[in-house]
């Protein structure tokens, strides 16, 4: 089946760092979505991205949809401790069917204070 | 705006036992998805409603999960009879538009 390949799995940077993770696969998608998922709750919904080439930001998280359609990316600037947290990446494929999201296995954000 | 309700949080049950789980989408919602989230992974769909409709069912395991979505608004998982690999998050989630899923907090499965 179709899989997205997330990375890093974990990172651990220092408050006020800039953050990078990204998210790969071998198909096309035509959507990429970024969530956010702590402890006990359910993922939130960070960022939208419909078009090949679109940047996209919300405070201090900017995601990028690759022209490829096969890659996206999100960056955290000048990071706080809130950010600690479970970062995953979903797509819908294209040729699925709509609503169809795969998720990423995720990255495991801890913040040195 | 109220957020996507799940009951109950948390079910501790035997194997070969059965359980249900219970989802109220936000108001407006057409669209509702169960997702299944193991430990350390990502979630992953089981079954994917458009109002009373089943849209994608692909991935549910037919022979011990089913899901109904009665009148178009709430919605509930069963499985029957349990097994230990069920031990799982099962996480609702509804739509406006269909991809920009809103997640609830899910009900922790733990199958003894």
């Known amino acids: 089946g179709q899989q997205l390949n997330q990375s890093p799995q974990s990172m651990f940077i220092q408050e006020g760092e800039d953050v990078s993770m990204n998210c790969t696969s071998s198909?096309?998608?035509?959507?990429w979505l970024w969530y956010k998922q702590d402890p006990g709750e359910g993922p939130v919904l960070l960022i939208a991205?419909?078009?090949?080439?679109e940047l996209t930001s919300n405070g201090r998280l900017t995601a990028q949809f690759g022209i490829t359609r096969k890659d996206s990316f999100l960056n955290i600037s000048a990071s706080i401790p809130s950010d600690v947290g479970i970062y995953f990446c979903?797509?819908?494929?294209?040729?699925?069917?709509?609503?169809?999201?795969?998720f990423g296995k995720g990255t495991k954000l801890s913040v040195k204070p | 705006e109220a957020g996507v309700a799940q009951s109950p949080r948390y079910k501790i049950i035997e194997k070969r036992q059965s359980v249900a789980f219970w989802c109220n989408p936000i108001?407006?919602?057409?669209?509702l998805y169960w997702y299944q989230q193991i430990l350390g992974q990502g979630p992953k769909l089981l079954i994917q409603?458009?109002?009373?409709?089943?849209?994608?069912d692909s991935q549910l395991p037919k022979d011990r999960f089913s899901a109904e979505r009665l009148k178009g608004v709430d919605s509930t998982l069963k499985i029957q009879p349990a097994k230990l690999e069920d031990s799982a998050v099962y996480l609702c989630?509804?739509?406006?538009?269909?991809?920009?899923?809103?997640f609830g907090q899910g009900t922790r499965l733990t199958v003894v």
């Open positions: 989630a509804s739509s406006l538009w269909v991809t920009e899923a809103f």
């Open positions: 979903a797509g819908n494929p294209y040729g699925g069917s709509q609503g169809n999201l795969i």
């Open positions: 108001s407006g919602h057409a669209t």
């Open positions: 198909s096309i998608f035509n959507t």
């Open positions: 991205l419909y078009k090949a080439g």
């Open positions: 409603f458009q109002n009373n409709g089943v849209v994608d």
